[in-house]
């Protein structure tokens, strides 16, 4: 007999706010971004769980297409950090904020 | 409530699973506990190396081997690679204190919006939610298939659609990222990297060339070792008083920074 | 062959098409002839179709031709089509020829303007609209050929835009013809409410079921739609005004064609008329003094295109008495024999005016008879036509129009009798003003140099300010013309303007044969729109005495207003005591209108800009303006430009929405 869903679940959704929590309060634009992936990984686990609660391989493949994306995240995302640290110094996301009202 | 947590779950799987789930989860949690709180870029990216495998292992237990395989390979060898080549060419930055919070109220809120983020979900597990139809993908176990083979199927078929136009995303993000990384051309903006290593004393710390020593530089413009550089700028003596109250590492490798007026050129050297 | 009818607006329309293309490098005169080209070929196929429809037997005289459907909204159905029957087939034939016919002069008539091409497009244009109208199938066509005409209309008028009279002219007929407009949409909103369609056949077949209030409301709503088009009292001030446009334009859309679509709406309305009978009393009434008032403003005026205007207005009021008490037949057969000889009246009037180098002053005319002689007969055989002098058209009309108002009211009988006189006189002081008398051009012009125009314009009474402003600025070429050609020499123009002139005159003369009373047999016209109109015809019997003494009658009245006119104006030029002041200046109702109506509103305007639009309208705007500023002012406060910030923010949201999610689930 495996782990009921709500234990895997209760899991993702604290995976999820440790790294909610961790993009509101980093500066570092790398943490900040280290942070989106482990609330993208929380979604996944939770995906998996119900794939296998529901006998249904859509939330695999689900969780296979969030890898894609992630990935292409990751490369456009730290091209502009990259792009950013070479106008910028220093460049903490706080650095950041000229379109402010 | 340890006790009652465990015995919950051993009440409901056998003791195997039950430990596997147990340890993952700990190692899981730890490690994005890790992420967050770690002052260091390069801790936080071996920290979230740590919770993608315990995520693996929790997918091999769920039986999603193949997802497991495509998460260690994928994210552990490629894109945290990534996040270390990108800190390693920027420079390690510890600029960032993690007790001081320029915004007020910005981190109490988090927190508490975070918890009651997560206290809503668990309530929301224990009510009844209608999870809707079940999709045209099919089902996931008892077809007598390995599970890459149901999720080929799947994604080969169902999802073929999809499948190409993220053929495509990957193909955009490649070329966005070249764009984005690209030295402009002919742009006086940028720094001329022929500058940093010809200073006096100057010795390129960093790996990864002058582009590299550069984000290293602003990096190090907090420490306390900008006091005893050659020429302080005004800008950047306001960046030192800022970073006065940060915590500083003893033995930080790098020092001071000479700013021009449009961040045009910055001369970087290793402290004595 | 009678499926041919679609081509009847189709080639005026065509040409209208090419002209707008290519009337430009087609140049003058190869446009002005496409233009007459199309409007023949046109009256051809009404012809052919006329004919068509004769061989029916007279109970299968009327079809629906259906184009396409226009739209269809819920249960309205509006086609594009148009509706075959003795009575627009009768509107069709007389259009297509009078603008054929006004077409050619027109040639020759705008020969030195450079816009020829311009003109005959509107020109085109205008006959398409107006057998649109006529034909029309349903309220709908029939609108917007209504709408059509009326924007040609102003097009026309305001052809010479230079001229600030001509201009304002124009506007002054699309603002009247916008209040009659009004009344007719909102008469085929009505109808269409009552009865569920607005198909002609549909609606007369469903009238049993409408109430008579609802057929009297939309019987007068019609009704003021025809009063502004057909310069009724009180909307009539525009048509006066209207004698700026070209002379042919006068003819053609001022008196033959639009302005008797009222007219035509009235009898195509029949049926409801019928059941309504207090609206048509409103109409005989309407038109039984606006016909008199007419007839007393143009015994006053000295520009010739200024009596014919006041001349049309009456005449139209005859038609709407007629149409009013009944004798849809009367009215439809004054409206023919009106169209020739007001048109040519017109063309008779424009050859003088051309003749005389845009000089519309009869006062400064006369002697006439000798050098323009086929404009003479012709203009003389105009009159005694609308004089109703037996045997030419205008005789047999009118009477058949004053025995119906007769048998209907004894007042409108007087009343129509009075108006009748006038007509003669006033026509005839015109003619004798013109082409009697002393040749009064030849001092005017010679005194003063060519100023002398100037000069005997200061001596004229005040009414015909309008006129010498007129003259004064008539457009650049014409100007031009005047100055390098001091010496006058009266004559008749070429053939392209004599041949409609005659044409026109032997349809005067002989155009009463159409409907003959004395016999059942020679009541053509009758017996042909019988299909159309014979079940609303108000019963008027009257034995052959009463007609044979009616038409002597009729005879006497013209006879003596001929009488009259010659007797008065054989040698005199001024007679101040037949020309009042107060009917010069048209009973001051013009007047009126400007003070009433044009003052107040100005002096409204004035206020609404300086207070309303200022203080009001924009302090509301730049309240709200300000507002918003000092708004955003706040708000901005929120834009910290820190991600982090902004992030909190949709995590707030996430907590908010989990909130409801969770509110739902668990309850």
């Known amino acids: 007999m495996s782990v009921p869903a709500s234990f895997y679940l209760t899991l993702s959704a604290v995976l999820f706010t440790i790294g909610a929590i961790g993009l509101l309060v980093r500066r570092n634009v790398l943490v900040m971004f280290m942070c989106v992936e482990l609330m993208l990984n929380a979604a996944n686990l939770a995906f998996v769980t119900f794939a296998r609660e529901l006998n249904d391989v859509a939330g695999q493949a689900a969780v296979f297409f969030v890898l894609v994306v992630a990935a292409a995240e990751v490369v456009v995302g730290l091209g502009i950090i990259v792009a950013i640290f070479r106008r910028r110094v220093g460049a903490t996301a706080d650095d950041i904020h000229v379109l402010k009202g | 409530m340890h006790g009652a947590l465990a015995g919950g779950l051993l009440a409901t799987a056998t003791v195997p699973d039950a430990l596997t789930f147990a340890v993952a989860a700990i190692i899981s949690v730890v490690g994005a506990l890790g992420v967050v709180l770690s002052r260091n870029p390069v801790h936080s990216a071996l920290m979230l190396i740590m919770t993608l495998f315990g995520v693996a292992v929790l997918f091999v237990e769920e039986d999603a081997q193949f997802l497991a395989a495509v998460q260690v390979i994928v994210y552990a060898g490629a894109i945290v690679v990534l996040f270390l080549f990108v800190i390693m060419l920027l420079g390690v930055d510890r600029n960032e204190s993690i007790a001081a919070e320029p915004m007020p109220a910005q981190r109490w809120l988090a927190v508490a919006l975070g918890v009651l983020g997560l206290a809503e979900v668990i309530l929301l597990a224990r009510g009844k939610w209608p999870t809707g139809a079940h999709t045209v993908a099919g089902p996931l176990h008892g077809t007598g298939q390995a599970n890459v083979a149901v999720l080929g199927r799947s994604v080969f078929t169902s999802y073929l659609l999809p499948f190409e136009i993220t053929s495509a995303l990957l193909v955009i993000a490649v070329i966005g990222a070249v764009v984005l990384a690209r030295r402009p051309r002919g742009s006086g903006e940028d720094v001329d990297p022929s500058i940093g290593p010809r200073v006096d004393s100057g010795e390129i710390v960093a790996g990864g060339g002058g582009s590299a020593g550069r984000g290293g530089a602003g990096a190090g413009a907090g420490s306390a070792g900008a006091g005893s550089a050659g020429a302080v700028s005004p800008e950047q003596s306001i960046q030192a008083e800022r970073a006065a109250g940060e915590l500083v590492t003893a033995g930080e490798p790098f020092g001071a920074v000479l700013k021009e007026a449009e961040g045009v050129s910055i001369v970087q050297r290793r402290e004595s | 062959m009678l499926h041919a009818a679609f081509l009847i607006p189709l080639f005026p329309l065509a040409g209208f098409a090419v002209l707008a293309l290519a009337g430009r490098r087609l140049g003058n005169p190869v446009a002005g002839w496409l233009g007459t080209a199309m409007v023949a070929a046109s009256f051809v196929v009404t012809v052919i179709v006329f004919a068509g429809l004769f061989q029916q037997a007279p109970a299968h005289r009327s079809f629906d031709q259906t184009w396409w459907t226009w739209f269809s909204v819920d249960r309205l159905h509006v086609t594009a089509g148009i509706l075959v029957d003795p009575l627009s087939m009768t509107m069709a034939l007389f259009v297509t020829g009078v603008s054929t ?122 009704f003021l739609g025809a009063v502004g088009k057909s310069a009724q009292l009180p909307l009539y001030p525009w048509l006066a005004d209207a004698m700026e446009g070209p002379t042919p334009v006068s003819a053609l859309i001022h ?127 105009a009159w005694l036509a609308i004089g109703g002098v037996p045997p030419l058209a205008g005789f ?116 009463g044969i159409i409907n003959l009373p004395f016999h059942p047999n020679l009541v053509f016209l009758e017996r042909w729109l019988d299909p159309v109109v014979s079940r609303s015809l108000f019963n008027h019997h009257f034995g052959a005495g009463t007609q044979v003494l009616f038409a002597c009658v009729d005879a006497a009245l013209a006879v003596l207003g001929v009488g009259l006119a010659i007797a008065l104006w054989r040698s005199a030029v001024d007679r101040p005591e037949v020309e009042p002041t107060f009917l010069q200046r048209a009973w001051f109702i013009d007047f009126g209108y400007d003070r009433l109506i044009a003052r107040t509103s100005t002096v409204f305007a004035a206020f609404t800009s300086a207070v309303v639009e200022n203080r009001v309208i924009d302090g509301a705007v730049n309240g709200v303006a300000g507002l918003f500023r000092s708004g955003g002012g706040v708000l901005r406060k929120v834009q910290t430009g820190y991600v982090r910030n902004y992030a909190l923010g949709v995590m707030a949201g996430l907590v908010v929405l989990l909130a409801y999610v969770v509110s739902r689930s668990v309850s």
């Open chain 3, 396 to 511: 047999w009309a009118k009477g058949d129009v004053l025995l119906n108002a007769y048998g209907f009211s004894p007042w409108l009988y007087a009343l129509g009798a009075l108006t009748a006189v006038l007509t003669a006189y006033y026509i005839g002081r015109c003619y004798m003003l013109v082409f009697s008398g002393n040749a009064r051009w030849v001092e005017a012009r010679a005194s003063g140099d060519g100023h002398g125009a100037v000069v005997s314009h200061a001596s004229t009474p005040p009414a015909s300010g309008h006129a010498q402003e007129e003259a004064d600025t008539s457009n650049p070429n014409v100007s031009h013309e005047r100055v390098s050609q001091r010496e006058l020499h009266p004559h008749d123009p070429a053939w392209v303007m004599t041949v409609p002139l005659v044409v026109l005159a032997v349809c005067s003369f002989v155009g």
């Open chain 3, 255 to 381: 008196a033959a064609t639009m302005v008797t679509a009222g007219v035509y709406l009235m009898c195509r309305i029949n049926p409801i008329l019928f059941r309504a009978p207090d609206a048509a009393h409103t109409v005989a009434i309407i038109g039984a003094v606006t016909a008199f008032l007419g007839a007393t403003i143009a015994c006053a005026q000295n520009d010739v295109k200024k009596i014919l205007a006041y001349s049309t207005i009456s005449q139209l009021g005859y038609m709407f008495l007629a149409a009013g008490v009944g004798a849809y037949v009367a009215a439809i057969f004054l409206m023919l024999a009106h169209a020739f000889y007001k048109a040519l009246l017109f063309l008779g009037a424009g050859s003088v005016i051309h003749a005389m180098n845009d000089e519309q002053n009869t006062k400064l005319m006369g002697g006439l008879r000798a050098v323009m002689p086929i404009t003479w007969i012709t203009f003389l055989v």
């Open chain 3, 101 to 222: 016919l006004i077409h050619l002069y027109s040639i020759g008539y705008m020969e030195h303007d450079p816009q020829l091409p311009k003109f005959f497009l509107y020109m085109n244009l205008f006959v398409s609209s107006m057998l649109l109208l006529v034909l029309g199938g349903n309220l709908v066509m029939t609108f917007l050929g209504w709408e059509g005409v009326g924007v040609c209309s102003y097009f026309l008028i305001a052809f010479w835009f230079d001229r600030p009279s001509a201009a304002s002219a124009g506007k002054k007929a699309m603002i009247f013809n916008r209040i009659g407009d009004a009344g007719f949409l909102v008469g085929m909103f009505l109808v269409y409410e009552r009865t569920g369609s607005l198909q002609y056949t549909t609606v007369f077949s469903r009238l049993g079921h409408v109430s008579g209030a609802s057929l009297t409301a939309i019987a007068l709503l019609l």
